[in-house]
């Protein structure tokens, strides 16, 4: 019976098998996931216009025996078009046009401002500890040269919390301006996700 040594076949399969893992890798890594730091906007809309976010909270309009009318700060909606305006600016997927160049423009108005109690002080339930804001608005975007509208949202909400005490405390207009932010972030957010 004839002797086989076996030892000198073992480092080529070795690299045999580390050749096949590497690649196998380098095929894997450069197929990826799927995540991208690209947008999903349609490649020939390089151009945004935002309109004036209009303000058309009905102030006369009764809400409760508590509170009898909305909540109204004035000059909301221009802080709303200003912080769209500098998040697409940010973005950067899309520039900002004028409103006769631009490739579709995005309307929107303020319709409604909800101040809601999240958590009440343990010792009384009539003291606020938490509240949310939301800043509620009808948004749409449009195709400018066939006038089209593209997508359109109604109630789209940004929000934010804040406390009234304690060690998180901040006032009203500070969350006010937290929740401009977070509405201007999910109103770029959402014009440039896949329609």
Same mark, same amino acid.
């Given at each position: 019976?004839?002797?086989?040594?076996?030892?000198?076949?073992?480092?080529?399969?070795?690299?045999?098998?580390?050749?096949?893992?590497?690649?196998?890798?380098?095929?894997?890594?450069?197929?990826?996931?799927?995540? !991208?730091?690209?947008?999903?906007?349609?490649?020939?809309?390089?151009?945004?216009?935002?309109?004036?976010?209009?303000?058309?909270?009905?102030?006369?309009?009764?809400?409760?025996?508590?509170?009898?009318?909305?909540?109204?700060?004035?000059?909301?909606?221009?802080?709303?078009?200003?912080?769209?305006?500098?998040?697409?600016?940010?973005?950067?997927?899309?520039?900002?046009?004028?409103?006769?160049?631009?490739?579709?423009?995005?309307?929107?108005?303020?319709?409604?401002?909800?101040?809601?109690?999240?958590?009440?002080?343990?010792?009384?339930?009539?003291?606020?500890?938490?509240?949310?804001?939301?800043?509620?608005?009808?948004?749409?975007?449009?195709?400018?040269?066939?006038?089209?509208?593209?997508?359109?949202?109604?109630?789209?909400?940004?929000?934010?919390?804040?406390? !009234?005490?304690?060690?998180?405390?901040?006032?009203?207009?500070?969350?006010?301006?937290?929740?401009?932010?977070?509405?201007?972030?999910?109103?770029?957010?959402?014009?440039?996700?896949?329609?």
């Amino acid at each position: 019976m004839k002797n086989v040594d076996y030892t000198d076949k073992r480092p080529r399969l070795h690299r045999f098998f580390l050749f096949v893992i590497c690649h196998l890798s380098f095929v894997i890594a450069l197929a990826g996931c799927g995540y !991208t730091t690209r947008s999903f906007v349609d490649p020939n809309i390089r151009t945004v216009y935002i309109e004036p976010f209009l303000n058309k909270i009905d102030i006369t309009d009764e809400l409760s025996e508590n509170r009898k009318y909305k909540t109204y700060f004035p000059l909301l909606e221009v802080k709303i078009t200003r912080a769209v305006v500098d998040r697409f600016i940010f973005d950067g997927n899309l520039r900002i046009g004028r409103p006769d160049t631009a490739d579709v423009i995005l309307k929107g108005e303020l319709v409604n401002y909800v101040k809601d109690a999240l958590r009440y002080e343990s010792a009384d339930n009539e003291t606020v500890q938490e509240y949310r804001i939301s800043l509620v608005v009808n948004i749409s975007l449009i195709d400018r040269d066939e006038n089209k509208i593209l997508w359109q949202e109604n109630s789209f909400i940004g929000d934010s919390t804040y406390f !009234t005490s304690g060690a998180s405390a901040k006032s009203e207009s500070a969350a006010l301006s937290d929740a401009v932010v977070d509405l201007a972030r999910r109103v770029v957010e959402r014009t440039i996700e896949e329609w």
